[in-house]
């Protein structure tokens, strides 16, 4: 279930994973002239660009928005995309709205699977699923009735425990627990019992339009193995996956299981960033985030910071080939970085990014990030659906026939749906705190969202879609 390391190495070097190409851009990054005036730009208020352009010269420019508007882009958006938010009509049924799944949950930690299920809900999906350990289901559902838990993930006490040293967890397969060939070892009873679980899980998954992997879930050797399963299937049948939490530490172990993923979202807070830097870009960049994260906060050190963290997030993006990202933090920094082949003629380049600095609360409660991962799996299961074509198509074999030729999520569709869900759950954290000031919690975050989702999508609205979109659906109807 989990390669050994030189399986890993080989299979990272066939890949040709490009870590010398994201330092060569880093290298050439036009923003070290001029860091201090892009870090006020990016820190002020709300930005978002998506653009394609035809040279990889001005691939290094993720967060460079003044540069856009050269004459190599074939494409250029200001406004995230929100034609994909359905509105509501009598004419839904339920399912039309979106389907949510969230893979997490274990004895220790109920309450993550739970705020990332629940905020799901109030921002809008229709159902909403948890898959967990048996230990936690029976918890999870006495938190709220509109939760369906099933108890599907198979836990055991193995090699890497959640109270364990970093240290420790560096990719180790040499103990008793793993084979010779660095694979999870169990009995042929336990086996079953894992492989069984994986299976429903998966039968389950098939009807969803978005999941949520990691909140909660544990570092357990077989809960990781567990999701490594969930991931490839959800993979197949590209369905839009929120990477969070003990998820992430799993791609920090095996970058392999998201790169190249078009459908991952990572959502990494400050300490996640810099160990998935350190897996997937090297040392020497994860030094360059430790070392920007400033003892005490003030003007510079938060602009060296917040410099550091958009480099890093546009690097790993497009070392993890187009995999998004949205880096959790005073300013929500959110990066889809996608190369073609460049052997083609066409070598076309597509960067979206955002970053959002409008509303949030400066009581640091647990629990809000995992309110931002159901958020966003909701406007990126509304972005899958509308892509689809099939939003109002009741969810029978119809439907599910659809999802083989449905395709992935573009960068603008992904980082659109990052945008919305920060500015919607920063808002309700606003709201939250101008309430309950020093006692704010993740429950009064979520109690906020419905609120703050109003603000931004007002429920009588026939249409959401922003100016852009609308402009060029005239034009296409216009060329037609």
Same mark, same amino acid.
Request: hydrophobic share 35%; no cysteine.
């Given at each position: 279930l989990f390669p050994s390391r030189s399986a890993r190495a080989s299979s990272m070097a066939a890949q040709k994973r490009p870590r010398t190409t994201a330092r060569a851009l880093a290298d050439d990054d036009p923003r +070290?002239? +001029? /860091?201090? %005036?892009?870090? =006020?730009?990016?820190? %002020?208020g709300f930005r978002y660009e998506a653009r394609r352009t035809a040279s990889f010269e001005t691939r290094g420019e993720a967060f460079r928005s003044e540069r856009a508007a050269s004459a190599d882009a074939l494409r250029l958006e200001r406004l995230p995309r929100a034609s994909f938010v359905p509105s509501l009509t009598s004419a839904k049924r339920k399912g039309h709205a979106g389907r949510v799944a969230v893979v997490g949950g274990c004895e220790e930690y109920t309450g993550a699977p739970f705020f990332a299920a629940i905020s799901a809900l109030k921002t809008g999906c229709d159902v909403v699923h948890v898959f967990c350990t048996p230990s936690a289901a029976p918890v999870i559902k006495s938190y709220s009735p509109e939760i369906i838990a099933h108890p599907y993930v198979f836990a055991r006490d193995l090699a890497l425990r959640n109270d364990a040293n970093d240290a420790e967890l560096q990719h180790d397969r040499s103990g008793s627990n793993y084979d010779d060939h660095g694979a999870l070892a169990l009995p042929s009873n336990e !086996?079953?019992?894992?492989?069984? &679980? @994986? /299976? *429903?899980?998966? /039968?389950?998954? !098939?009807?969803? +339009? =978005? @999941? @949520?992997?990691? $909140? &909660?879930?544990?570092r357990d050797a077989t809960s990781l193995a567990f999701a490594r399963e969930i991931l490839a299937f959800a993979r197949r049948m590209k369905i839009p996956t929120v990477v969070d939490a003990d998820g992430l530490f799993l791609v920090s172990l095996d970058p392999l299981v998201v790169r190249g993923n078009p459908d991952a979202v990572l959502? $990494?807070?400050?300490a996640e960033l810099t160990r998935l830097a350190r897996a997937v870009l090297g040392e020497q960049e994860a030094n360059e985030l430790e070392s920007a994260d400033p003892k005490s906060s003030d003007e510079d050190s938060d602009a060296r910071l917040l410099a550091a963290r958009a480099s890093a997030t546009r690097r790993l993006s497009e070392a993890l080939s187009g995999v998004a990202i949205l880096s959790k933090g005073s300013v929500d920094l959110g990066a889809c970085s996608v190369t073609g082949d460049v052997e083609a003629k066409d070598k076309e380049h597509v960067v979206a990014w955002c970053a959002v600095n409008e509303g949030g609360s400066p009581r640091r409660c647990g629990g809000q990030g995992d309110v931002l991962a159901g958020t966003l799996a909701t406007f990126l299961a509304w972005a899958s659906i509308a892509k689809s074509q099939v939003s109002a198509t009741p969810r029978d074999d119809t439907r599910?026939? =659809? *999802?083989? %030729?449905?395709?992935s999520l573009s960068a603008a569709e992904k980082v659109s749906a990052a945008a919305h869900a920060a500015l919607v759950t920063r808002g309700a954290a606003g709201l939250a705190f101008g309430k309950n000031k020093r006692a704010t919690t993740a429950s009064d975050v979520v109690e906020f969202l419905g609120d703050a989702f109003e603000k931004r999508f007002p429920a009588h609205r026939a249409s959401y879609a922003s100016a852009e979109e609308t402009a060029e659906e005239t034009e296409t109807e216009t060329a037609l």
């Open positions: +070290d002239d +001029d /860091r201090a %005036s892009e870090t =006020a730009f990016l820190a %002020s !086996r079953a019992m894992f492989e069984e &679980g @994986v /299976r *429903k899980t998966e /039968r389950w998954l !098939r009807n969803m +339009d =978005a @999941v @949520v992997i990691g $909140p &909660g879930l544990g959502t $990494p807070n400050a599910h026939k =659809a *999802k083989d %030729s449905k395709t």
